[in-house]
């Protein structure tokens, strides 16, 4: 099973972008799916998540208002939309998959797969 993330790239301050997280390989029981980003020179941290058989969703103080995570559960695609962008956005984004509620899903140790990661550059 593999998580493929697209949809970055580069945008001016204000703007928005879309990234996806495909799941795709044998069949993953998916129990929730998080994002979370690295910038240069700093840790890995927590965006938002979603539950997969709910839709509950939950998000970082710092982009609450502004992203919202969506999911396709018959294309087992999570969808993380990102508007107001600013600079210290900028990181490279990471979807990742979870297949039990062990653990809480703020921290980067309790997922089962991991995207490739996605580059967001948001321009001043």
């Known amino acids: 099973v593999q998580l493929q993330a697209s949809g970055g790239g580069l945008v001016q301050a204000g703007g928005c972008l879309r990234l996806s997280c495909a799941t795709s390989g044998r069949t993953f029981s998916m129990y929730g799916m998080g994002w979370f980003r690295q910038a240069p020179d700093k840790e890995r941290e927590f965006v938002g998540y979603?539950?997969?058989?709910?839709?509950?969703?939950d998000y970082a103080d710092s982009v609450k208002g502004r992203f919202t995570i969506s999911r396709d559960n018959a294309k087992n695609t999570a969808y993380l939309q990102m508007n107001s962008l600013k600079p210290e956005d900028t990181a490279v984004y990471y979807c990742?998959?979870?297949?039990?509620?062990?653990?809480?899903?703020?921290?980067?140790?309790?997922?089962?797969?991991w995207g490739q990661g996605t580059l967001v550059t948001v321009s001043s």
């Open positions: 990742a998959a979870r297949s039990t509620i062990s653990g809480s899903y703020y921290a980067t140790g309790t997922y089962d797969l």
């Open positions: 979603i539950s997969w058989s709910s839709g509950r969703t």
